[in-house]
């Protein structure tokens, strides 16, 4: 079965500065997605960044980015310039290619610091 | 174009009594999963269904837990004789036909078990 792995309970950063989240996964598949959602104190999980394991472009979406490495099945989460409103719960999630289930890890509290 | 919603969002239940949290998917959704989120854990899968259809069980708890998605409606999980174990934030997203681009997730329902 895959699994997801966040070895960060919580991480810190000062604001506008960058900060990196980790996130392991196992999975015997080839063509699968990961995303990185946000949960910040309202509850309400959002989507920040998707990746395609068939790509070997790092995502990016403004101010965040992700290093997509296969062979070690690792996928971790950049934060640039970070902002106050960047402080929330971060998840990572897996998605097989053959089903619609996603697999989350068990996400990793960011603080910023002002 | 409104998002998941779910209702409601705060519900206390005595033990033995049911809950039912309902969840109506994004417009143009077809698929909608429920999730578990435990205090300080990641979310957890409980059921992925369709309209009519359950798709994977897999999460759910093999008593007092069920999970419906009718033609006309919204999705429905309902849990009977809750006990104090129950208390957690349930969450409700809801993907295309295809969930490679990820979930549209709702606010949640904290369910307070006294």
Request: with cysteine; hydrophobic share 30%.
């Amino acid at each position: 079965a895959q699994t997801v792995t966040q070895s960060q309970p919580e991480m810190s950063v000062q604001e506008a500065e960058t900060v990196t989240l980790s996130c392991t996964y196992d999975t015997s598949e080839s063509d699968y997605y990961l995303f990185w959602y946000k949960q910040p104190p309202s509850r309400q999980m959002i989507l920040v960044i998707r990746q395609e394991a068939y790509k070997q472009q790092n995502a990016t979406e403004n101010r965040f980015s992700v290093n997509f490495q296969k062979a070690a099945k690792s996928f971790s989460l950049k934060i640039s310039d970070s902002q106050l409103g960047d402080a929330a719960m971060y998840f990572c999630a897996y998605r097989g290619g053959a089903t619609n289930k996603l697999i989350f890890g068990t996400g990793t509290l960011l603080a910023v610091q002002p | 174009n409104a998002g998941v919603m779910q209702n409601p969002r705060h519900l206390v239940r005595r033990r033995g009594q049911e809950a039912r949290l309902r969840c109506s998917p994004m417009k143009g959704h077809s698929h909608v999963y429920w999730y578990r989120q435990l205090p300080e854990e990641g979310l957890k899968f409980m059921v992925y269904l369709q309209k009519e259809n359950i798709i994977d069980e897999s999460g759910m708890p093999k008593e007092r837990f069920s999970a419906e998605f009718p033609k006309e409606g919204p999705s429905i999980l309902r849990i009977q004789q809750v006990v104090r174990g129950d208390s957690a934030a349930y969450f409700c997203a809801s993907s295309e036909r295809d969930s490679s681009n990820g979930y549209t997730f709702g606010s949640g329902t904290r369910l307070t078990v006294v």
